[in-house]
């Protein structure tokens, strides 16, 4: 049970995480901080929060745990802001969906506050964004993945795996750089093809015209195309050279199946696409008979 | 009301579209061939059909209805089969994903009784093929394209449309090669794209790993990517013409984001992504209000 969550950014991640928190009565009050005033007007108003900090140092004042869930971008002045006003037992976690530059900043701003901080990324999300889509379900039955370092605080870590468990979570641990690498192959680059995707559409004079004609397969495929810009402009920079790796991977595979169409090669087309149907058919989300 | 529906093949698609005929009350007897001896005998149990047919021909031998419902590959041999048995006031209909190639089989096959053939493409499918999937409600709500030409016979083409309409679908009519250039953006484009993603992951050493984090976005994104082999074999062949121009207008796209991702230049990867995004959140399925 804490005291005082400090939330540092009042969105959909933050803003979910404290309906969460609170649903399961892990938590006394909430004090949380957006540079916007309209959105924490609405976070108060929901119940998201009990109180509106003034700043991001004021939300993390008296806090026994902070929530830093921000946009990628100003991480690092966020943890600037909150250092000098963390107690000594403040567990501190991120939500961001890249780590290695997240350490990085941690280092740069938390100085001797670093072993406070677990970084932390729950693998949720909806293509909508603002504390008015806070969901206290959000994070229900996700992973969660925590990339401590050799100089992360123990019994810290162990206190951010008991409450993202807690939420209902099942929790793993990795270093940034694996994190980096793994999700560079299974998130960004599909939202970075997604968006591509839709931009070769939209450069096509026929667009609106074709985009009629659409079925569910795009409807499914393009999904993520209607991610947050902001967000992933900040996602594909902090992790742009396993991004771009996995795109230079992407274009050899595209490239071999171009080539066996473009030369009516039925058998390698059959081959290169069932083994793509095979991973694909085998596969589930957290292990779950969900497709 | 059609005396009799010749069903050549009795897969997911024709299954389907018997099925759905039946509950409507459009149809007496249904008869349905297959050149699997245990497809007709699971279509006969499950009432997709009233009785096996020992051929193509015999399936179109006394209907007024015949839906050829057969891998592209096969589609001109069907139509070969059963051209002597049509009789004169019989519709003949489609319903494969590609167009100019089911009418060139169809001029090639179908001598004099070309102009019965209304060329057909329900926007509808699941990622399983087999009679056991066969579903009443594929059909329902979903897109029909017609592509007759001028040698098509006005009544038949009358009568096909009021058959997909009473099933519940929405028809228009375009011609085979506008139908086939929206087909390879809208469709072809991103099932080679996620067949080539999910291709390279295979090819990565830790693709166990990456998959075992993968989360909802990557769930929908790759949806498509267990399609049926042989069925996208297919149509890629069949279209590979517009299929690799759009594979070459998407690359055009990926590069841009890449170098946009390459040289750190925020704006443009916004620009981009941004453009994308305001597409994709425009669009919906059949101009409902589903996402």
Known sequence: ????????????????????????????????????????????????????????????????????????????????????ELSNNCLVMDVGSTKSDVLLAANAALGDKLAQFVPAHPIAGKEVSGVEHADPDLYTACQVILTPTDRTNA???????????????????????????AFAAVS?????????????IASQQQSAAFLELAGPGFRDFTRIAAGDPKVWRAIFLANATEVLAQSQNFRSSLEALERAVLEGDSAAIETLVSQANQLRSQWTLNGSSSK
Chains 1, 2 share one sequence.
Do not use: N, Y
């Not at 951010?160 to 690498?181: F, S």
């Not at 960004?188 to 070769?200: D, R, T």
């Open 155 to 181: 019994t810290l870590l162990k206190q951010a795996t008991a409450v993202w468990q807690a939420l209902g979570c099942k929790v793993r641990q990795m270093t940034a750089a694996d994190h980096d690498a």
């Open 188 to 200: 960004h680059l599909p939202h970075l093809l997604a968006f591509a995707f839709m931009q070769s």
């Open 1 to 84: 049970m804490f005291e005082q969550l400090g939330l540092v950014g009042c969105g959909l991640m933050g803003g979910s995480f404290a309906l969460a928190l609170k649903r399961a009565g892990l938590v006394k009050k909430v004090v949380g901080f957006s540079p916007s005033q309209a959105t924490t007007s609405r976070a108060l108003h929901m119940g998201v929060i009990d109180q509106v900090a003034t700043s991001a140092s004021h939300a993390a004042s008296g806090s026994d745990l902070v929530l830093v869930a921000v946009p990628v971008s100003v991480t690092q002045l966020s943890f600037q802001a909150i250092a000098q």
